[in-house]
């Protein structure tokens, strides 16, 4: 009986880690996947430089110009992306509603609780000096 119970004891803990890692694991990659859909991801032209810096060897000179290029054209995309936003927004809006018809009302109920968590996330990083849509 005694092996019965630690035997059932590691089945339940190795399933415990189980579920414990695909839980972390589907977080982890919602939130990448939701990163890689909004652009909620900050610039970094420090990162971006650094690595630059490392490969290609850059000098003091050729670091502080390519800097330059760096962050004009991160300014650049920034001003492009303030550019599309309606167009964007129209097309997420026309896709949610397409969704929907496919729905239960429960599932679309839920669709728009998605969409507002993703919404209000996307406002607070915009808010924070991260770049928002």
Known sequence: MKDLR???GLV???VSGVCVGAF???IVAEKRIMESVTHDQPPFHQAIMRRLTRE???DDTQR???EKI???TQEEL???RESTRPERRRIMERSLEAMKVELSPEQQKRLEEIHRKME???GRKGRGGHRGE
Request: glycine share 4%; charged share 20%; aromatic share 12%.
């Open 6 to 8: 630690l035997w059932l």
């Open 12 to 14: 339940v803990l190795f």
């Open 24 to 26: 972390g694991t589907w």
């Open 56 to 58: 290609l060897s850059l």
């Open 64 to 66: 502080q110009r390519i």
């Open 70 to 72: 760096v962050i004009q």
């Open 78 to 80: 920034r001003v492009l």
């Open 120 to 122: 209000e996330r996307r």
